[in-house]
């Protein structure tokens, strides 16, 4: 069976109309290349929600948005251009900060206090962990960093790469090892 396009296109603009008039929002995503590789970027009307690495399994993020956020999943790069330029600028070493709506409804609690934390270590600096729970008034919560860190949802725009142990090394990192060298190394000769 076909679908005329004229009957495709009313059908959705209806389905629009009805997820807006029973507020279900919509999630945009695009995806672009980097030199840590493909990046999904996905946004909701409040901002940038999702940041995620190939390596995740871009599907599977997708789905879990679909899960956890909205059903109304769209592909739509128009939307994510100001964040897709962003990024670029970012790898090319011309930004050194994010200027993005940021929606954080995807942590809650101490991890969402950590995130807003990252984001105010400086373009080439890092912190330890230590120092991260120290900053937000738990220093004994060293590990719950480490875990507020590891599932960060948007990791590069929300820099918990900048995070290191108290001995200087990597810990882990959301996107593999050789990603986090690599942002570190970039903000390093950009600084």
Known sequence: MTVEPEVLGRLHAGLAERASREGILDVAYRIVETPVGKLLLASTE????????????????????????????????????????????????????????????????????????????????????????????????????????????LPVVVPCHRVLRSDGSLGGYIGGLDAKTTLLRLEAAAA
């Open 46 to 153: 409040r901002g940038l929600v999702r940041v995620a690495y190939e390596r995740e399994g871009l599907d599977a993020v997708l789905n879990t948005l679909s899960e956890r956020l909205s059903p109304r999943i769209l592909e739509a790069p128009a939307r994510l251009g100001e964040a897709a330029r962003q990024v670029e600028e970012y790898f090319s070493g011309r930004r050194h900060v994010f200027d993005l709506p940021i929606d954080l409804a995807l942590s809650a609690g101490f991890r969402r206090t950590v995130l807003q934390h990252l984001s105010g270590i400086g373009f080439g600096r890092t912190e330890s962990y230590a120092e991260v729970a120290r900053a937000v008034g738990n220093p004994k919560a060293v590990r719950a960093v480490g875990t507020a860190c590891a599932t960060n949802p």
